[in-house]
């Protein structure tokens, strides 16, 4: 039953954060200084700012979340982002308007909960890690 899960996990991890990069961050990298010039800004911090925090939570963190490393923590500028927009840029959405980016959220969160599986490079870094510590 956990290799099913772990299967599962990944699954999550990879599909999930493929879609975040591919429809928000990549066009965000690719055309950063348009998007600079049309980006919301509701914390102030200026377009570039804005654009670049973005970039981090939207290609950075899914790349490492993909590989199962920092997992939890690679979500957390995710979640983050994703409530900014929800809650700041975008309070007047219905359920029905902002239902990708809920969804999101969710899946998000849950891989904060649970983590990146048994089936990660970060495992794999740590265990390699943990063995040359104990190896002296």
Avoid: Y
């Amino acid at each position: 039953m956990r290799n099913t899960v772990d299967w599962a996990l990944l699954f999550m991890r990879v599909s999930v954060s493929l879609m975040l990069m591919l429809v928000h961050g990549l066009p965000k990298l690719l055309h950063f200084n348009q998007q600079v010039q049309v980006i919301e800004d509701p914390l102030g911090l200026g377009g570039a700012m804005t654009v670049s925090l973005a970039i981090f939570a939207e290609v950075l963190c899914p790349l490492l979340i993909i590989l199962g490393v920092f997992t939890r923590l690679a979500c957390l500028p995710v979640i983050v982002l994703l409530s900014v927009s929800l809650l700041l840029v975008h309070p007047q959405w219905s359920l029905e308007e902002g239902q990708f980016a809920w969804l999101l959220l969710i899946i998000f969160i849950a891989l904060t909960i649970a983590g990146g599986g048994r089936i990660a490079a970060g495992r794999s870094f740590f265990a390699w890690q943990n063995n040359l510590r104990w190896s002296h």
